[in-house]
């Protein structure tokens, strides 16, 4: 329990340190005191985040908090309902949410670990797991600064570090590592894995989500500038690849849980999250633009 309360107090510290050295005062502290009072009399943590006010909320408020959640755009996951007013983000992420519940683990009393949580729409979620700590990592400060403003209202005890995976310094202090959609945006992904596998305890989970191609064997496509339009992907794999890859890395048991295509109706353009659609990268023939397989989305848990 030692090393889990030092883990912890020493990256809380470490998060602070890093606000204060960031932008983060300049660009984003000055709007969030602006936040007008309003009392939550009821919080839904459903497909939709939902904080709904405690009596009828003067509107020069509303139109107060809009102005401030439409600043902090683009929202890519969610979607938030903050007192009527409706986030439409650019992932339903409820999706990915309900192909993961499914398979949890018991998280009663663990501490878990949301590495790359963009705004921490997987942390509310995970609120009804009841885990003894609950801490998102991402360096984003937008992301950081959208779940701000949410847990402004919502109270919520989440720890919410703007820090890069790099900077997380522990050996076996998490029982369960989430880390969706990321693996394919770094440069080395066995690095990445190899920090989850040394975070987690003896027997501890991870559950990794990643873009993959719906193809037979442990291949990975390296595409060029882009794929579907998105730069900064540096790698595609197959399930099997991302397989050996996790059994590389020193997991000991594998269980891919799921594995479908990436649809429009999980992501696409909104007046939060200004993209174009999902459909203006893929051609007649089911690929890419870029002549590239098309998106599937695959997650694993691998046991350490």
Known sequence: MKGTCDFFASHEERARQKEQRTGFALKYSSLLKELPPIVVLRKEYDRVIRLIAQERTEPNALEKLEQILKSLSPWRKGPFELFGIRIDSEWQSFYKWERIAPFLPNLEGRLVLDIGCGNGYYLFRLLEKKPAYLIGVDPSLLYYAQFQVVNFYAKEVISFWPLSWEELEGLRVADVVLCMGLLYHEENPFALLRKIHSLLKNKGVAIIESLTLDIKG???????????????????????????????????????????????????????????????????????????????????FAYK
């Open 218 to 300: 442990p291949f990975c496509l390296f595409p060029g500038k882009s794929y579907c339009n998105v730069g900064g992907v540096y790698h595609i794999p197959s399930p099997e690849a991302l397989y050996e890859w996790l059994k590389k890395t020193g997991f000991s048991r594998i269980e891919k849980t799921s594995h479908t295509p990436l649809t429009m109706e999980e992501q696409r353009p909104t007046i939060w999250a200004k993209a174009k659609p999902l459909s203006d990268f893929l051609v007649a023939n089911g690929q890419t633009k870029e002549g590239y397989p098309p998106p599937w989305r695959t997650v694993f």
